[in-house]
């Protein structure tokens, strides 16, 4: 897991300048602070197209990267082997995947495809991409998101019941945030594939409806995922367990978990909010893994499959869907954060 | 690494007392010491293991031995043995120096574009270092995994493949890093105080940006190795890695993979190994960066 931007280490020091509870923007003038909302919502708007460009153009080039003529190559790949092939058959496909045009058509088409959805056809399947993607990714999100939701708990949990207490406990709180942090996902997957499914018969070994399907494949994603971000949080979380407006809360008579809860949490989750978007991607790389481990459906063992075989458009067309999940969190994210915090509408 | 290992206990007791004399100005994470020694001692062992294997191994690590296969752990065999026989310890012992070189390979290839890419976004003239930024944006949207995945569709899966896979898929995110890293020495006091006494652009950025920039790299460095290792070992779970006769670390994940039920050790001793290794790479790399921060080396 790469850490990510700066962003989350500006944080304290933005807490820390006006450390108050309440959303005390000294805004003048709604209008004004309208217009500025409205051009950082397009401005980001702008930058994601180009990010759903740059990606979709990757994605091209790397159908272009296999080396050796194209038409062979699809012929290949449907027949699992290398043979030289007839004119006749080269032509078939030339047509069909219109490899005669000039690279910049090509390009414009598959551009043109992208924008309405059509992410080209499998090499391999005889069918469009979409359709293979499309009966496939419903379950992968399930997972990715209900992990992440699952992350989110444990981590909520862990962070409020250790941060800021006896060293011990504090440390204690640090070391399992690093060990779980770095659990390759194939290796907790399969630990807890053992002890639950395997050891205790809790749920189902493979596969399994609804649920108890769910949840182990689930918390395989969580549990790295709840480490990592408890990191930034922890950090957030004990700087303003420090500021002014817990000891006034606590002057007046409130309970520490009560503090904990209502005034400090939400300052502590700013990063983690960040990391979220984030973690859409890290959660679908593991996703590939668990669903392998698990024989759960979804794209990941549409991807593994199609990387073998090298299917390159469903390959792509995965990665360029992905990409544009991406994006589309980190721009839910963008938002969520001027909701969370008021003090950034106005920056 | 093991280098750092004698210099690291020396200097702790001063700096300790010296904190508790002054009042800290931020509230220190209490460093448990041991656990960084235990990581140098991981690594030592695995850098051993990597360079001689033989003087760790108990067994030969092809040895088939049909009468003992798929043993469980216990005195003859440290690990169990697989489904021929042979000896899951030395096998892990003899696969340290492909996993290692696969590792510190995909590190050095990320690391090294991060280099390029990151300074380009932090130092080049305004239209260069935007369409570099706008070009680390793009590949940070595709997840490390992904990324990696086609570039083995493109080049077939081999180690080689993977060293650059993994490496390049996971670049961005140290670009990123660089970059900030280089900005923050570009706006710090002592280039301010080196522009204000009229030193040369060029002079300003050998003596104090780069230095100061690349410093922390280290301990990026030995946290890349470890997450290389596991992103690496994921693509041999995956298949699409070297191939299960080879015992690299992944390789052997790959092939117990098939004996989850009967042979549990077969994959979860090599997970185990990998967990470690991983750990120990991060534990060191987390107490450079803290040295650094806090500035006593």
Redesign the interface.
């Known amino acids: ?6 962003t989350e280490l500006t944080l304290p020091a933005v807490a820390a300048a006006s450390a108050g509870g309440a959303p005390g923007v000294a805004g003048d003038g709604g209008g004004r602070r309208t217009l500025a909302v409205g051009r950082r919502i397009v401005s980001k708007l702008l ?1 994601a197209v ?3 460009w ?2 979709a153009t ?1 994605a091209f080039a ?1 159908q272009l ?2 080396p050796g003529d194209r038409a062979t190559v699809i012929l290949n790949v449907r027949a699992g082997q290398a043979i030289q092939r007839t004119p006749e058959e080269l032509a078939a496909i030339n047509e069909q995947y219109g490899l005669t045009n000039p690279v910049v058509v090509q390009y414009l088409n598959y551009l043109g495809g992208l924008a309405r959805g059509d992410l080209g056809a499998s090499y391999q399947q005889y069918r469009p991409v979409w359709d293979v993607i499309g009966e496939q990714i419903g379950a992968t999100f399930a997972l990715t998101f209900t992990g992440i939701g699952l992350a989110w708990v444990l981590m909520v949990l862990w962070v409020t019941l250790t941060a800021g207490r006896r ?1 011990q406990v ?2 204690l709180g ?2 399992v945030e ?2 779980t942090a ?6 907790l997957g ?2 807890l ?2 002890v639950f499914a ?1 050891g205790l018969g809790w749920f189902p070994v493979i596969g399994g409806s609804g649920l108890q399907g769910l949840l182990l494949p689930a918390l395989t994603l969580a549990i790295p995922l709840a480490g990592f971000m408890g990191q930034a949080t922890r950090s957030a979380f ?1 700087t303003a367990l420090t500021q002014p407006f817990v000891i006034s809360a606590r002057m007046r008579g409130m309970g520490d978990l009560a503090v904990r809860l209502r005034h400090v949490l939400r300052h502590a989750v700013l990063p983690a909010v960040t990391l979220s978007g984030w973690a859409l ?2 959660t ?3 996703a ?2 668990v669903e ?1 481990i698990f024989t759960r459906p979804g794209i990941g063992k549409v ?2 499959a ?3 075989s ?3 458009p469903v ?2 067309g ?2 360029v869907v ?2 544009a999940a ?2 589309a969190a980190n721009l839910l994210v963008d938002v969520a954060y001027t909701v969370i915090d008021p003090r950034l509408r106005t920056s | 690494m093991t280098a750092t290992a004698p210099s690291t206990t020396p200097p702790v007791p001063p700096s300790d007392t010296a904190t508790s004399t002054t009042p800290p100005r931020t ?1 220190r ?2 460093r ?1 010491r041991w ?1 960084v020694a235990l990581a140098v001692g991981v690594l030592a062992f695995f850098a051993l293991a990597a360079i001689a294997p033989g003087l760790l191994a108990t067994h030969a690590p092809t040895a088939l031995d049909l009468t003992s296969s798929l043993r469980p752990p216990g005195v003859d065999h440290w690990f169990g043995t697989d489904e021929s026989g042979r000896d899951l310890y030395s096998r892990v012992v003899f696969g340290t120096r492909e996993s290692l070189s696969i590792g510190l390979g995909a590190a050095a290839v990320s690391l090294g574009l991060a280099l390029v890419l990151g300074s380009l976004a932090a130092l080049a003239g305004r239209f260069v270092s935007g369409s570099v930024n ?2 680390v ?3 940070f ?7 990696a ?2 570039l ?3 080049l ?1 899966p081999s180690a080689t493949t993977q060293i650059i896979a993994v490496g390049v898929g ?1 670049a ?3 670009a ?2 660089v970059r ?1 890293q280089i900005l923050a020495a570009r706006q710090s006091g002592y280039v301010e105080a080196a522009t204000a006494l009229g030193h040369p652009r060029g002079l300003i950025l050998r003596q104090h940006i780069i230095p100061n920039a690349v410093r922390p790299l280290v301990a990026i460095f030995t946290l890349c190795v ?2 290389s290792i ?1 992103w690496a ?2 693509l041999s ?4 890695g070297v191939a299960p006769p080879s015992s690299e670390w992944g390789a052997l ?1 790959d092939a117990g993979r098939s004996y ?2 009967h042979a ?1 050790w077969l ?2 001793i090599p ?2 190994v ?2 470690v290794l ?2 120990a790479a ?2 060191i790399g ?1 107490d450079i960066q803290a040295r650094l921060e806090s500035g006593d080396e």
Do not use: C, H
């Open positions: 897991m790469t850490p990510t931007s700066s930058a180009l990010v759903l740059g990606a990757a790397a990267a296999l060293p504090r440390a640090t070391f690093t060990v770095g659990l390759p996902p194939y290796w399969i630990v594939l053992l395997l004990e991607g890290a679908i790389s593991g590939v893994v392998t991807l593994v199609a990387v073998n090298q299917d390159l390959v792509t995965i990665v992905i990409a991406y994006v | 509230r994470v209490p448990l656990s706008r070009l944006e793009i590949l949207a595709f997840p490390t995994l992904l990324f995945l086609l083995v569709a493109i077939g996971s961005p995110g140290y990123r890093i900030g470890g997450q596991v070992s994921s779970f995956l298949g699409l994940l989850v039920t549990p994959i979860v997970g185990l990998i967990v991983a750990l991060t534990t987390k």
